[in-house]
């Protein structure tokens, strides 16, 4: 038994949550929130090398993945594998990416489902940056 972080209630080290005040895992000096994060100490431009996020804070905003490799629902870096990316190389559902393979994209070049490209766009429903701001001039 340890005393829980909040309300000092002894409490099992196995607790999911305190049943004296609710507090989430109590017997933790510290809670940052639910999910996975691993992050290498190996940095580039002060980036990580790789950043792999599928964590939320305990006020259940999520926590983005930020690296060189990016991976996680939400991720921004060189090269991004997930839901929501930003990236140069981006393979997601939906992205702004230089070059990307997704669901939807906004991108220089893009294999994509539905996509708008500048260079070259490959696709169900792609289509060029300037063919669109042709059909409104």
């Not at 000096?29 to 290498?40: I, M």
């Amino acid at each position: 038994m340890k005393p829980c972080r909040a309300c000092g209630h002894n409490v099992s080290e196995e607790a999911i949550f305190c049943p004296n005040c609710g507090a989430p895992y109590p017997a933790k000096e510290k809670w940052d929130g639910r999910g996975f994060e691993y992050k290498t100490e190996a940095t580039l431009f002060g980036w990580p090398l790789l950043h792999v996020s599928f964590k939320y804070r305990p006020n259940r905003v999520p926590v983005p993945a930020r690296g060189i490799i990016a991976i996680g629902q939400f991720a921004c870096g060189f090269l991004t594998i997930s839901q929501f990316g930003l990236g140069v190389i981006s393979v997601s559902q939906f992205t702004v990416a230089g070059y990307a393979v997704a669901q939807f994209a906004i991108a220089y070049s893009l294999i994509a489902q539905m996509g708008i490209f500048i260079d070259h766009g490959r696709g169900q429903i792609v289509r060029s940056l300037a063919e669109i701001i042709h059909l409104f001039s």
